[in-house]
């Protein structure tokens, strides 16, 4: 089992930024890759981005491309989001997820824990 907490959303303006946090329980952290999702009112939950076990490899939506970085810290079982240069359209709420091997990142049923959310809101 592995328990998820979100944390570092709030309300920003756009062209500001705002780092995401997501704490891990357990002690198999580095044995997951995490994922960051969104979901916007109304809408479906969307792919954000990826980093494998070891953080050497990462993937990105192409919204997101060029302003936000997955990164983690084994050591702190913690995966981070920086999101820069934040727009309206970025407002949601982030969820992060674990997964032992997503053979289809994107997708959301590769991955087996979620946690509950942070709203990150950017006004205009």
């Known amino acids: 089992q592995v328990q998820l907490v979100e944390s570092g959303g709030g309300l920003v303006q756009a062209g500001g930024s705002l780092r995401l946090s997501c704490a891990a329980s357990?002690?198999?952290?580095?044995?997951?890759?995490m994922a960051w999702f969104r979901q916007a009112l109304g809408k479906e939950r969307e792919f954000v981005s990826v980093i494998r076990r070891s953080g050497g490899s990462t993937v990105y939506a192409d919204s997101v491309k060029g302003r936000f970085t997955i990164s983690r810290d084994n050591a702190k079982s913690t995966v981070y989001l920086q999101m820069n240069s934040l727009k309206p359209e970025d407002t949601a709420v982030y969820y992060c997820?674990?997964?032992?091997?997503?053979?289809?990142?994107?997708?959301?049923?590769?991955?087996?824990?979620w946690g509950q959310g942070t709203q990150v809101t950017v006004s205009s």
């Open positions: 357990g002690r198999t952290f580095s044995t997951y890759a």
């Open positions: 997820a674990a997964g032992l091997a997503p053979h289809y990142p994107s997708r959301r049923s590769e991955y087996d824990y």
